[in-house]
């Protein structure tokens, strides 16, 4: 029936499982994926879409990795967008808006192509966990299956507990029951866990609105795409979403459902995410509000049924229908489901290493909702990370880790197991000091080698990234050799009323200014020509400009993360006792205690510890 045992077993076939399943069955690993229901693999629980601000970013660095998400994400979009892209680079963000079935079904499909991974479908009700050390999971039906190392990514599962109203009911998810066991296991052998809450939009019946009365909302006019590899292509057509909004009357008729709201009344006690706020939560924080934004957005090509993102509540169903009724282009909309609040089981991230492996259990790694995340995004490579290092340790080999100026992935986990979260944590590119270096153009120059070198990304990968540096870095030479004349470069910067040059200059200096596109330095002479001859493509076009324009910035950034990474190679040793730095803060000393940094680095980014603590800790460590 199965492997005697097995690798890696992932417990949950959410993107993290699947990310997991991915990355360790790719690495060699003997793999089993465990879920509740194998039709229900990579739902898309909430929202139909993968990207946007941060979270492109991280689907980006899992593609260049080797992972699925970038692909899937292709293969099943409708819509494609670039966010922010009045902004600087480092803001870009991609998104696409996805077909929730092709979703589900092109990820299944790819992790059927997988070698070295089983499915089996039944529900993990506990870990087999002996001197410290996971051995296994035991099934609902009594089964007892051996692992050298098990991979939890239970999303909404575990204890999961529905609410509508003044109704509520176990539940993971709306039609699939919670998942028991797992949460009493840990705690008896000493992990702290928690509760939160998400929540969700009621979906609708596209038939039954009106798009006139809204705003259209297209894609891009000239569509991109996640993955960096040749096995998918950007649309040739897509679907649009379109706004409308909120009104006064539309939250006086919500309000009236607020003393039947399991957020008001007391029933739901646990926190939910702050930059997703229920419909609910938004009218009472921001009562000077007298519209909020409501985006409608289709599922699929094919399907008539829509997500009205923006309208996450738990009210009643009533209540829902009457408010949803009074809002432009939805007077005679029709529910398919309404919307609902889910509570779940968490473990404080502060249980973890950089490598996702827990501190008390050897062989036992979280990602995803476990962990205190939310987002897709987040918690697919989270399981990308947790099934690399869950790989490794099998291998005997080093493990895997990103530092925070090294990746958005490297931001998240290091500020989870670092800070904890008493909150859904959401990735947004303020929380990277390095944005700069991190953007979604170069993902593969910071990080396809590096999985290259632990065995996940392919060959062909590599090659091609090779490929793009090599030819952009060429031409960014080229233009830096490359003159000028006034009388040839006077006209184009005329018009883009930029002050005329006097003399001869070099190309990459005139580029540098702010005016300056590659669309104006094409007419300088040569340039075209070097890009035929070359076989440059856009992307390597893209990132040559990117070079030029903020080689600045890009280099002042990297000094300081070099800076930051010399206190990163100064680790301290395990179980170090900082109850004999006398000298040191109490508040500081009992924070280090909990957290058990890795690195002076890691220990610098802890809530509570100042730098006369951190210097400190350098002279006892006698640095």
């Known amino acids: 029936m199965f492997e005697k045992q097995y690798d890696v077993i992932v417990v949950g076939a959410g993107h993290a499982g699947s990310e997991a399943a991915a990355a360790a069955a790719n690495m060699g690993s003997k793999t089993l994926l465990i879920t509740m229901n194998l039709q229900n693999i990579a739902q898309m629980s909430c929202n139909p879409a993968m990207g946007g601000i941060a979270k492109g970013q991280i689907v980006r660095e899992i593609d260049a990795m080797g992972g699925y998400s970038g692909i899937v994400s292709d293969t099943s979009a409708i819509q494609f967008k670039m966010l922010n892209k009045s902004k600087g680079p480092a803001m870009w963000s991609p998104r696409v808006q996805s077909d929730r079935m092709r979703f589900a079904e092109d990820w299944r499909i790819k992790l059927e192509q997988t070698p070295n991974l089983d499915f089996y479908q039944e529900m993990v009700a506990g870990l087999i966990i002996k001197n410290d050390k996971v051995v296994g999971v035991r099934t609902s039906l009594g089964l007892e299956i051996s692992a050298k190392t098990v991979v939890c990514t239970n999303g909404t599962f575990l204890n999961g507990l529905i609410h509508i109203g003044d109704k509520q009911f176990g539940g993971g998810r709306a039609g699939e029951r919670a998942a028991t066991g797992i949460t009493k296991d840990l705690i008896d052998v000493g992990f702290e866990a928690g509760r939160m809450k998400t929540g969700t939009p009621p979906r609708v019946d596209g038939r039954s609105l009106d798009y006139s009365k809204m705003v259209e909302q297209p ?209 947004f590119t303020s929380r990277a000091e390095y944005r700069t270096l991190l953007r979604q153009d170069n993902a593969d120059f910071r990080l396809t080698e590096k999985s290259y070198n632990i065995g996940l990304a392919s060959e062909e990968r590599m090659r091609k990234m090779e490929e793009k540096k090599e030819k952009s870095f060429k031409f960014v030479q080229f233009l830096k050799d490359l003159s000028v004349v006034p009388e040839e470069a006077n006209p184009v910067l005329e018009k883009r009323k930029s002050s005329p040059m006097k003399q001869s200059d070099k190309v990459f200096k005139v580029f540098s200014r702010p005016q300056i596109t590659m669309e104006d330095v094409k007419n300088f002479s040569g340039v075209e020509e070097f890009i035929a001859e070359n076989n440059l493509n856009e992307e390597m076009i893209e990132q040559t400009e990117i070079q030029v324009k903020y080689s600045g910035y890009i280099e002042k950034e990297k000094n300081n993360a070099d800076k930051l990474n010399r206190l990163e190679d100064i680790r301290i040793p395990n179980n170090f006792d900082y109850s004999k730095i006398k000298s040191m803060s109490y508040e500081a000393r009992e924070k280090l205690k909990k957290v058990q940094p890795a690195t002076v680095s890691q220990a610098s980014r802890i809530s509570g510890v100042s730098p006369n603590d951190i210097s400190v800790l350098l002279v006892y460590m006698g640095r």
């Open 219 to 427: 894609g891009d006019d000239i569509p991109g795409k996640f993955s960096y590899s040749d096995e998918t292509r950007p649309l040739k057509k897509q679907r649009s979403c379109h706004m409308t909004y909120t009104s006064n009357e539309v939250h006086e008729i919500l309000k009236e459902g607020f003393d039947r709201s399991p957020m008001f009344n007391g029933r739901i006690k646990s926190i939910g995410p702050r930059y997703c706020p229920s419909i609910e939560d938004k009218i009472n924080r921001f009562a000077d509000k007298d519209r909020h934004q409501l985006f409608v957005e289709p599922e699929g090509w094919n399907t008539v049924e829509v997500y009205v993102n923006g309208f996450s509540t738990s009210l009643p169903e009533d209540v829902q229908f009457k408010a949803l009724r009074s809002v432009a282009g939805f007077e005679n909309v029709k529910f398919f489901r309404p919307g609902y609040a889910i509570e779940y089981d968490y473990f404080p991230p502060t249980q973890l290493k950089h490598t996702l492996e827990t501190k008390l259990v050897e062989g036992l790694y979280f990602a995803g909702q476990i962990n205190g995340t939310t987002g897709y995004e987040e918690a697919a490579c989270q399981g990308m990370m947790a099934g690399i290092n869950a790989a490794l340790k099998v291998q005997e080999k080093d493990e895997f880790i990103l530092k925070r100026n090294e990746a958005y992935i490297g931001v998240l986990i290091d500020d989870l197991i670092t800070k904890g979260t008493e909150e859904p944590y959401r990735m």
